[in-house]
């Protein structure tokens, strides 16, 4: 009888060390993409493209527009697409798109229109820094077009997140943007 409720009490115990109240919980756990260095992908993918002199970004034009130059605080209409820089430019993983927003399986005509204000100040006369809508990045690529114009712009990490994780956007990342500016006001 003693042997039998020690066998018991054994089962007992074990059962009880493996419960867990965290069992019915799943760790997320959000792998890093392996992303290229910024460089070494513009000379790999846009053997032609010169880095912005003083910002260590790309801006490559693949369409120039016809219409007025870009100026500080004009409002802009836009198209995007946002990848990593972790396969060619054609399969690179995306991240956002104004494509997307309006439909999967959108067509230009279908996608959904980005505005925003042209915004090159990064501080106020303070010399505080400035919270801004967009990546640093975005408006300097931005304010080297004209109307009209589609490009890619390759930001690195300090003109985008730096060390920031932004959902499936690895700390450090340098981002591509394919964009197509349609409208200035």
Known sequence: MTRLFLIGLFAASFLLASCDKDDDKEDIVIEDI???DIDDYAELYFPDAKPVEGLGMYV?????????PVKDGDLLYTYYVGKLLDKSPVEATKFDSTYARAHPDSIATQAKVLSF???LKAKDDDGKER???FLDGWYRGFSQL???SKAVFLI??????????RGIIP???ALMFEVDLLKIK
Not at 60 to 68: H, R
Not at 156 to 165: F, V
């Open 34 to 36: 392996e992303v290229m």
């Open 60 to 68: 490559i034009i693949t369409d120039e527009g016809s219409g007025d």
């Open 117 to 119: 204000q042209l915004d």
């Open 131 to 133: 919270v801004r809508q």
């Open 146 to 148: 004209k109307l009209g």
């Open 156 to 165: 690195p990490d300090s003109l985008a997140y730096g060390d920031t994780r």
């Open 171 to 173: 700390p450090n990342a």
